[in-house]
């Protein structure tokens, strides 16, 4: 008989407590660990560690009596404390680390992942089917909707289409400063929040933690009421709007419609599966377009299922690839957030998000922060863990294939088909960041030079010999022959070195 179930800090949505054959009993007792040594092994964004202490102390609230909370230094001392020797079961954590603990534990027992669509064993079956080595994400995507029936006609794509992106990747509207979008779900604080930001301050005073970024009022769900609020807010009213302007930005507008529910699903207080599925509803009652409901599907059940499955498929040696060779540790000013010591409008207004909130969206964070490392060479360990931890949607399974992978190409193209990089053109033309900003984006070389676009062609140079046979990047490469400033642009980067551009 298990004596306790354990419920990690982002396993905390009723589906985590789901009875079922190989899984806790009704009338289980939990245990939640709310262990010190988490923010004392890295520099967490202070939002973030507000917002993962508020959701688990809100969890255990609801939970009463059925629930033991420790608050123990360590994961290990405070399962000592709160079970003994007694047996303990707990749904297969989320990072590569957490797993090797708990397996190597007397008396636990691993159940199978919960909050994900896929098991592991089927998704080995098809990447092992295809080759194993160079997967791509629009085959195991038409293969999920194909399996869970999602947005299907029949045997058919719902609307005769798989993939919508050419209809959803317009930039912002001329001269808009917002989008004029319905506003986001946010929260309300309470005396539990209160509490969490009392102790942070507490264990800051004190030396014990460090943190980085600032803890302004909570924006994000920590129960699954507000989570559920979250969905149907946006659902209801701002699904419309999402998928012709998924991937434009705008300096005032940083939510735009996208629909900030990634940290309540990498919480566990949404399943992927509800949230698909409500989407798709409106889509066939005739509430939200096609091509906008099919972005936000891809989000879900193509996109960030199939970084999770790649995180565990490829295997712990994934997280040391460095294909490109980029050793150069993050600067000061980068790793501070820093946004005022930074002149190009686009990445000082970017890191200032970061700063403030511990959220961006998924361009900003592509094209923005992750094509600025890629281009100043900057060691792909580093960037993958800054992103973890400034981020409050970060987890080790979720960023390091999409840093490693597709924002640095430090795998050489396994996830990827090309770097996933560019001048200053791409950004003036999907934002507003351009116009103000002290720089100008068709300028290679010179005091009014483009970092993006100097940057650019710095990498392409330094990296000829690897991208001249990449099909996508080739004519990029012969583009260098062209450039009669290619001399000069290379001296001025190599003296702008690592200060904020």
């Known amino acids: 008989?298990?004596?306790?179930?354990?419920?990690?800090?982002?396993?905390?949505?009723?589906?985590?407590l789901t009875p079922h054959e190989r899984g806790p009993a009704p009338d289980t007792p939990v245990v939640m660990i709310e262990a010190r040594s988490v923010f004392r092994r890295r520099r967490f964004h202070r939002a973030k560690a507000h917002l993962v202490l508020s959701a688990m102390r809100h969890r255990a609230a609801e939970l009463g009596d059925r629930v033991h909370y420790v608050r123990a230094d360590t994961y290990r001392e405070g399962l000592r404390q709160a079970v003994g020797s007694a047996a303990v079961t707990v749904h297969h954590p989320t990072s590569r680390a957490a797993l090797g603990f708990v397996g190597a534990l007397d008396g636990v027992r691993v159940l199978p992942a919960r909050g994900f669509l896929v098991p592991h064993e089927d998704f080995r079956a098809w990447a092992d089917g295809h080759g194993g080595s160079r997967l791509r994400q629009e085959d195991f995507y038409r293969w999920v909707r194909q399996n869970h029936g999602l947005l299907m006609d029949g045997a058919e794509p719902a609307g005769g289409r798989w993939n919508y992106d050419h209809d959803n990747r317009e930039p912002p509207p001329k001269d808009a400063q917002t989008l004029t979008a319905p506003a986001p779900f946010r929260p309300r604080e309470d005396g539990i929040d209160e509490e969490v930001r009392h102790d942070l301050d507490r264990w800051e005073r004190a030396g014990q933690v460090s943190f980085v970024g600032r803890d302004g009022p909570r924006l994000f769900p920590a129960t699954r009421r507000e989570a559920r609020s979250a969905l149907r807010r946006f659902v209801s009213h701002r699904l419309a709007g999402f998928g012709p302007h998924e991937d434009a930005m705008l300096a005032g507008d940083p939510v735009l419609s996208h629909s900030l529910l990634s940290s309540s699903l990498n919480l566990g207080l949404l399943d992927p599966l509800e949230c698909a599925e409500l989407a798709e509803r409106a889509w066939r009652a005739g509430e939200a377009p096609l091509n906008s409901v099919e972005g936000f599907v891809r989000q879900i059940t193509g996109w960030r299922e199939y970084v999770w499955?790649?995180?565990?498929y490829f295997g712990e040696s994934y997280r040391h690839h460095n294909?490109?060779?980029h050793l150069t540790p993050l600067p000061g000013w980068f790793l501070d957030l820093d946004a005022d010591a930074v002149g190009a409008r686009c990445l000082s207004t970017v890191l200032a998000q970061v700063r403030d909130t511990g959220w961006t969206h998924h361009i900003p964070r592509l094209m923005l922060l992750g094509s600025h490392a890629l281009q100043r060479g900057w060691d792909p360990a580093a960037v993958t863990d800054w992103f973890h931890r400034c981020f409050v949607d970060g987890y080790d399974w979720v960023m390091l294939p999409n840093v490693v992978g597709m924002s640095q190409y430090a795998d050489g193209g396994r996830m990827t088909t090309k770097p996933y990089t560019s001048g200053g053109a791409y950004i003036n033309r999907m934002s507003d960041f351009c116009g103000p900003c002290r720089y100008r984006p068709t300028v290679r070389a010179g005091e009014d030079a483009c970092p993006y676009t100097a940057g650019y062609w710095a990498f392409l140079h330094r990296h000829r010999s690897q991208l001249e046979h990449n099909?996508?990047?080739?004519?990029?490469?012969?583009?260098?022959n062209r450039l009669t400033d290619l001399d000069a642009l290379l001296e001025q980067e190599r003296e702008r070195g690592e200060g904020p551009p």
């Open 323 to 325: 294909t490109l060779g």
């Open 309 to 312: 499955q790649l995180y565990w």
């Open 1 to 16: 008989m298990t004596a306790f179930h354990w419920l990690f800090g982002d396993q905390l949505g009723p589906h985590f």
């Open 471 to 480: 099909p996508r990047m080739s004519q990029a490469v012969r583009g260098l």
